[in-house]
């Protein structure tokens, strides 16, 4: 029973990070400073991720990340590269789960939470960072004039202020994410 319950919160919280991508992609129509030309947008979207690497661990986190990976492709149809695929969509998405190294260092606890937000924001950053670099050089504006550069700061741009609007909306919603049973 204990699997059935797991799977059945990961598929809620899954379609609530989608659904929570739908509502900020609306909302940047609305303040086009959250949303980039190439995709990218502030968002709480990645929240959902984290409550279920923090509660299950790297393997179901990863697994979230890949499906929610999945679905955004699909909602967002934004391939500019077919290497997008793997960096912007599955492995960028994928290795959230991998923030679960936060829960090891410090255990389940706020601290724990909130490290698996900022490791999970880290590694999903560096595939969106290295997409920059490797397929969307050729798209990078004059005023730049160091890809390596334009990268981080392109990518900065949207994933530092979400992670920390997660940040703050994961402090507050901590204790009924530590519950036994979140639904």
């Given at each position: 029973m204990r699997n059935t319950n797991a799977?059945?919160?990961?598929?809620?919280?899954?379609?609530?990070?989608?659904?929570?991508?739908?509502?900020?992609?609306?909302?940047?129509a609305f303040l086009p400073f959250?949303?980039?030309?190439?995709?990218?947008?502030?968002?709480?979207?990645?929240?959902?991720?984290?409550?279920?690497?923090?509660?299950?661990?790297?393997?179901?986190?990863?697994?979230?990340?890949?499906?929610?990976?999945?679905l955004n492709l699909l909602l967002d149809a934004q391939l500019w590269h077919w290497g997008s695929l793997f960096l912007d969509y599955l492995f960028a998405f994928g290795v959230i789960g991998l923030?679960?190294?936060?829960?090891?260092?410090?255990?389940?606890?706020?601290?724990?939470?909130l490290l698996v937000i900022v490791f999970g924001s880290l590694f999903r950053f560096v595939f969106h960072y290295l997409s920059g670099v490797i397929l969307f050089a050729s798209y990078?504006?004059?005023?730049?004039?160091?890809?390596?550069?334009?990268?981080?700061?392109?990518?900065?741009?949207?994933?530092?202020?979400?992670?920390?609007?997660?940040?703050?909306?994961?402090y507050f919603i901590f204790p009924r994410i530590d519950n036994e049973e979140l639904f």
């Open positions: 799977l059945s919160e990961i598929a809620i919280l899954v379609s609530l990070a989608v659904v929570l991508e739908v509502i900020f992609t609306g909302l940047s959250m949303a980039l030309p190439f995709g990218g947008r502030v968002s709480l979207s990645m929240l959902p991720l984290f409550v279920i690497t923090y509660r299950h661990g790297i393997k179901y986190g990863v697994y979230a990340g890949l499906s929610y990976g999945i923030g679960y190294v936060g829960v090891t260092l410090v255990g389940h606890n706020l601290k724990g939470f990078m504006p004059d005023t730049f004039n160091n890809v390596y550069f334009y990268s981080l700061v392109y990518n900065a741009w949207y994933i530092v202020p979400s992670m920390i609007l997660i940040l703050f909306v994961g």
